[in-house]
């Protein structure tokens, strides 16, 4: 176990110590924006069908697009800090930590950005038809965007180790 960890926290112990690093920048970026993409694209599609009813209600409903969108501002925060972290000389315990950092927040932003379409999309339809619904829609949309900031937080931990 012990040879593992001098392995892991040798300064040049591997070429492809930087490849993971990248891999991390990569998939904090991809992922988090394929989540934010699809929440985003999933719940315009419910707010375009509510405005057909209850056009004065789109403005308020705009909620889910632009939790959505917060999505994929995670991403972009952990892919520029690994991204300027990355060096030719770094140890394979950092790039495996860069790459832990970004499955992490780029994952869970895919999983938040997925349900706050769904919840987005079935809440501003449900709201459009009772508008007392659109509270507790924002707090299941505030949970579901709290599963994104795990993420950010654990890779938060992770970059600085």
Do not use: H, W
Not at 47 to 58: F, K, Q, W
Not at 141 to 160: D, H, P, Q, R, W
């Amino acid at each position: 176990m012990s040879s593992l960890m001098s392995l892991l926290l040798q300064s040049s112990s591997s070429n492809y110590a930087a490849f993971y690093g990248f891999m991390g920048c990569a998939s904090a970026l991809i992922f988090a924006c394929l989540g934010a993409a699809y929440g985003t694209a999933k719940s315009g599609v419910g707010v375009c069908a509510m405005g057909v009813m209850r056009p004065e209600l789109v403005m308020r409903n705009i909620i889910p697009v632009v939790m959505a969108g917060v999505i994929g501002i995670y991403g972009l925060i952990i892919a520029v800090i690994i991204g300027t972290s990355v060096s030719a000389n770094m140890s394979i315990y950092n790039g495996l930590a860069y790459l832990g950092a970004g499955l992490s927040v780029g994952l869970s932003g895919l999983a938040a950005g997925m349900s706050i379409g769904i919840v987005g999309d079935a809440g501003v339809r449900a709201t459009a038809q009772q508008p007392k619904l659109f509270v507790g829609m924002i707090l299941i949309l505030i949970f579901a965007e709290a599963l994104g900031l795990y993420g950010l937080i654990t890779a938060l931990i992770l970059v600085t180790k």
